[in-house]
């Protein structure tokens, strides 16, 4: 019986994925997400952050198609503790994206700066019913990552061969 609940359990787990068609931009594949919490969407849209860091720090999501979209995308930064909106808007929308037409979004905030590591989320979901699509990501405020930490590692690695 436990062989059974575990086979069960495999199955469902490896068919939230669906392949992509072959990466064409460089960077990894991100796979169809069956189970989310938004329902069923396509990982395609390309984020990235970048962070001027000050007493007011300026957050920048940088929001990238593989193809044209022309139904409205909605977005919504989500700050963590500690951490306050200065300038600009927390919910937007966007009317529809362009192939390989970068678009940034700002936002400026205070409490990002310092020791204490917080945490601010941006989020972004098509509104076409045939074709969701979904990205989101997290900005931290300090380089204590667990990301930042691998990527430490890696580089050790690499310079004592």
């Excluded at 362009?98 to 678009?103: G, M, V, Y």
């Excluded at 936002?107 to 699509?133: A, C, H, S, W």
């Excluded at 204590?144 to 430490?152: A, C, G, L, R």
């Amino acid at each position: 019986m436990p062989a059974i609940i575990l086979a069960l359990f495999l199955s469902l787990l490896t068919s939230c994925y669906e392949d992509q068609p072959e990466n064409t931009h460089g960077l990894s594949n991100v796979p169809l997400t069956k189970f989310t919490y938004r329902g069923v969407v396509e990982r395609t849209i390309q984020l990235k952050f970048k962070v001027e860091k000050g007493e007011t720090s300026k957050l920048i999501a940088r929001i990238e198609t593989q193809y044209d979209y022309d139904f409205p995308l909605n977005y919504e930064w989500k700050l963590g503790e500690g951490v306050s909106l200065s300038d600009g808007n927390l919910k937007g929308q966007i009317e529809k994206m362009q192939k390989d037409t970068p678009l940034e979004i700002e936002l400026n905030v205070t409490g990002f700066n310092g020791d204490i590591n917080r945490f601010v989320r941006f989020e972004i979901l098509g509104t076409n019913p045939q074709k969701r699509v979904f990205a989101d990501g997290i900005i931290n405020s300090t380089d204590k990552s667990f990301e930042k930490i691998v990527q430490e590692v890696e580089l050790y690695k690499k310079s004592n061969q």
